[in-house]
């Protein structure tokens, strides 16, 4: 059974910098599509997302600049740093793994968004606070 773990969350100061993990077993990440997303008021946003075929990782707007994706194959392991973090930055973060279905007509108010990854954790909160 494939199952995604995120860690690495936690309470930072404006301006801080965090790095969460997330362990994949059951499904490799070099050859996985990989999500990131982050549960803010009314809309589970969607932060970056990894294609496995093609190896592009695409970011969200708000993050671009920022927030950056690495991946370590040996470990299975793929990481969310966030930089420059700011308050509106507060929220539970996630990882999603699987094949990125790109459903434009699913739900996106709640993570997880099924409709666009199978396999979700269960996240890990980040707060930015002074």
């Known amino acids: 059974e494939a199952q995604v773990v995120e860690s690495g969350g936690g309470s930072v100061p404006p301006g801080g910098s965090l790095m969460l993990s997330c362990k994949v077993s059951?499904?490799?990440?070099?050859?996985?599509?990989i999500g990131w997303y982050r549960q803010v008021p009314n809309e589970c946003e969607q932060l970056s997302i990894i294609?496995?075929?093609?190896?592009?990782?695409t970011y969200a707007d708000s993050v671009t600049g920022r927030f950056t994706v690495s991946r370590d194959y040996a470990a299975n392991m793929v990481y969310l740093h966030l930089n420059s973090l700011k308050p509106e930055d507060t929220a539970v973060y996630y990882c999603?793994?699987?094949?990125?279905?790109?459903?434009?007509?699913?739900?996106?108010?709640?993570?997880?968004?099924?409709?666009?990854?199978?396999?979700w954790g269960q996240g890990t909160q980040v707060t930015v606070s002074s």
């Open positions: 294609r496995a075929r093609n190896g592009n990782i």
């Open positions: 059951g499904l490799y990440v070099r050859s996985s599509d």
């Open positions: 999603a793994a699987g094949y990125y279905a790109l459903c434009s007509y699913c739900p996106r108010a709640t993570c997880p968004r099924r409709g666009d990854f199978a396999v």
